[in-house]
């Protein structure tokens, strides 16, 4: 059994079935939140960063959180969604290595699985517009958190467990990018958690390869051959999915993020950030803004 599995929680925020048309267009989505889809009928389209896939009847979507896409629909499309927020007691994504849209044929049970946690969590579509930029709120993540907290335990065991079930569809398949973590040695696993942790704080090489004893050349050449990138760019990539989460779920000004993510000044926050998203900080938090459109 995988320890580390069993070590994530998956916190419902929204679920609903809806019937969407060429209103539903929207680019530049990145989302704090995983997105679940089954499609019963119609067709749309979800572009990632490198790949684009065909929405259709009988199959499930993926989007893992911090997964830049593009969102459309010609004509009609019939679609059940979950968004669901991800803890974990590391602070590492069970998806961290996969931010890309993945799809797979849909089963009986996972059709079931959909229209059974629509039952059991009523009241918990949008209601309000299916634009990123409209529902994507602090004050709404709030409203919906809330919910979750007045369930009896009996029903967030059931739903977090249906939850569980349909990700697990997407490790077992081939569009799951597998990484043996048994394999990977403890010297950058514990790197890796090391750094979750300490995110607000000065990281560097010689730091990191210090606590696994070990010359920062060796280390960066194997950290990169186990995690794919060197630890820099790692450890820049997630104070920038922390930096969205705090635009996104808080008021914090810029200048409190770049600090509270560990970056020394806001012009750099900014140029990694444009760097690794595509968009600046300003306009990320401009789409997420609470305003008048609500």
Known sequence: MNKRVLGQWFSLLHIDYVKLGPKWNYSGVISPYYRLYYIDEGKGTIAGPTASLTLERGFLYLIPSFTLCNLKCDNSLGQ?????FEESANGIS????????????????????????????PGRG????DNPKVYEKNIYYKEYQELNNQQNIATQMETHGMIQQ???????????????????????????SYIQINIKNKLTVMDLAKRANQHPDYFSRLFFKHMGERPIAYINGKRIERAQYLITTTRMSLDQVAVEVGFDTTPYLSRIFKKVTGLTPGRYALQNKEGSQI
């Open 166 to 192: 349909l990700l697990s569809r997407f490790l077992t398949s081939r569009t799951f990018k597998k990484h043996d973590r048994t394999a990977i040695p403890s010297a950058v696993l514990e790197a890796v």
């Open 126 to 129: 949008i209601n309000r517009s």
């Open 94 to 121: 069970l998806f961290q290595d996969n931010r890309e849209p993945m799809k797979i044929m849909a089963s009986e049970l996972d059709q079931a699985i959909f229209k059974r946690l629509l039952k059991v969590n």
């Open 80 to 84: 059940y969604f979950i968004q669901f």
